[in-house]
């Protein structure tokens, strides 16, 4: 277990900080929720676009709450305070040899990593739901991106990353096999054929502009970073 403790304290160490003052800001704009607001609401456009009722939008809005309730619960208020591992930014040994940009040290406890799972479940329910390789690229590498960010700001050892990625998509996934159920119990067999559609029949110029407020996100927060 040590060794392991050890192999996680280096691993962390390459990804922990830097002498980039726009990395520094760069991480602190890309971890806040706050940020993706432009991509939540593209999500569910597309959601409300390509479905027919109120009771198919409904049903994904579920799933998707769902999803959160299982990862970002579960980690918050049953593993967190049981397991009890310190955050690196809390961790006695490792505290005051990390990089903390800006005082953020967060709560006490860090295994294992809500954004890990809150943003893979979510990756991992969509990439399911839509079914566009594009898209699912897009989508994974956003949540990699918010992990990248936790490991940077010393706010999570590698291994609550891993877990928590791990975790996610075993939420995702079976969340997404719930929604499926109900969905063909309302609507016994789908398969699209089109090149406008994907094969559950979301629309690729919706897809697109899902992924062009993933981009033009990211760009923003790029920006931003340089001038603040």
């Known amino acids: 277990?040590?060794?392991?403790?050890?192999?996680?304290?280096?691993?962390?160490?390459?990804?922990?900080?830097?002498e980039s003052l726009f990395l520094d800001n760069?991480?602190?704009?890309?971890?806040?929720g706050l940020t993706w607001i432009p991509l939540y609401l593209s999500l569910l456009y597309v959601v409300i676009k390509n479905n027919?009722?109120?009771?198919?939008?409904?049903?994904?809005?579920?799933?998707?709450?769902?999803?959160?309730?299982?990862s970002d619960g579960l980690t918050d208020f049953i593993v967190k305070?049981?397991?009890?591992?310190?955050?690196?930014?809390?961790d006695p040994f490792v505290k005051y040899t990390i990089d903390i940009v800006n005082g953020m040290r967060d709560t006490q406890y860090?295994?294992?990593?809500?954004?890990a799972s809150n943003t893979f479940c979510i990756a991992?329910?969509?990439?399911?739901?839509?079914r566009n390789r594009t898209f699912t690229v897009a989508i994974i590498l956003w949540s990699l991106v918010n992990?990248?960010?936790?490991?940077?700001?010393?706010?999570?050892?590698?291994?609550?990353?891993?877990?928590?990625?791990?975790?996610g998509a075993i939420v995702g996934m079976i969340v997404y096999f719930l929604y499926i159920k109900a969905y063909l119990r309302m609507h016994p067999g789908f398969n699209y054929i089109s090149?406008?559609?994907?094969?559950?029949?979301?629309?690729?110029?919706?897809?697109?502009?899902?992924?062009?407020?993933?981009?033009l996100t990211l760009v923003y927060s790029i920006i931003r970073a340089l001038i603040f």
């Open 147 to 167: 992990c990248w960010t936790r490991m940077y700001l010393g706010l999570h050892y590698p291994g609550d990353i891993i877990v928590g990625l791990t975790w």
């Open 26 to 32: 760069l991480a602190v704009i890309l971890t806040s």
């Open 110 to 115: 860090g295994f294992f990593s809500a954004h």
């Open 52 to 70: 027919e009722t109120m009771k198919q939008i409904m049903l994904i809005v579920g799933s998707v709450i769902l999803c959160i309730i299982l």
């Open 124 to 130: 991992m329910f969509f990439s399911l739901l839509i």
């Open 195 to 215: 090149t406008q559609y994907s094969s559950t029949g979301y629309n690729y110029v919706d897809i697109n502009i899902v992924v062009l407020v993933l981009v």
């Open 1 to 18: 277990m040590q060794t392991l403790i050890e192999i996680d304290r280096e691993i962390l160490s390459f990804f922990n900080g830097s």
């Open 81 to 90: 305070p049981f397991v009890a591992r310190y955050r690196p930014s809390w």
